[in-house]
């Protein structure tokens, strides 16, 4: 059992800007799914060119995979990439996890709650994504005022979040330069197996709540009763 994920080749765009790499349900230490061939992802801190991926929660040398979250700069977000009882599972499972200091307080999760589930909080961007192997963030990289977030990543890294690849190409150059793998959350297949991880959906679903509210206040009467969002 499992789900195939789409994800952004971080080799040239000519090639194809997708891959597919299957997610299986149940793995235990991490899982491991097939990759196209000449492509990697270096979370493990393996060669280019290997026809795996996977995300145990240590690497070859033994040491913890690290997780950047990124606090989200882009005017209005207060989205957040991890919660803290997400990534007090990931700390469970091996992985270090660094939070850049307020990245969930829009979201109402300060940041006490992410350091009892066992994050590092750090305020340097730049410590922040410093030799991460993964990094999480709702929106695309941007720039900053240390560089941009691409810059800032180790090569080989790997980018989980919003990626608007077709409208943004530019980015996924950039993140194609550095060697970085980019998985675009928006490109996951809306298959049944993979509803835990159809962030796309799931996004659109809390903008249908949010479009009722609006127009119950816009709305010069009551909305009939036994309306929903949907």
Sequence with gaps: EGAFLSILSAGDLERGPLARVFIPSRVPNGFHANWMPGLSLSGKRDSPGTSSLSFPGKSKKGTNMIIAVLKEKRAGERRVGLTPDTLGRLTKAGFQVRLEAGAGTEAFFPDESYEQSGAEIVGDVVHVLKDA??????????????????????????????????ADPLTVKRLAQRKITGFGMEL???????????????????????????????LGKFFPMMTTAA
């Design 133 to 166: 192997d993964i990094v999480v963030k709702v929106n695309p990289p941007q720039e900053r005022e240390a560089g941009h977030e691409v810059d800032l990543m180790r090569e080989g890294a790997a980018f989980i979040g919003f990626l608007n690849p077709l």
């Design 188 to 218: 996951i297949p809306r298959l049944a197996r993979a509803q835990s991880m159809d962030a796309l959906t799931s996004q659109a679903s809390v903008a249908g709540y949010k479009a009722a509210l609006v127009a119950a206040c816009g």
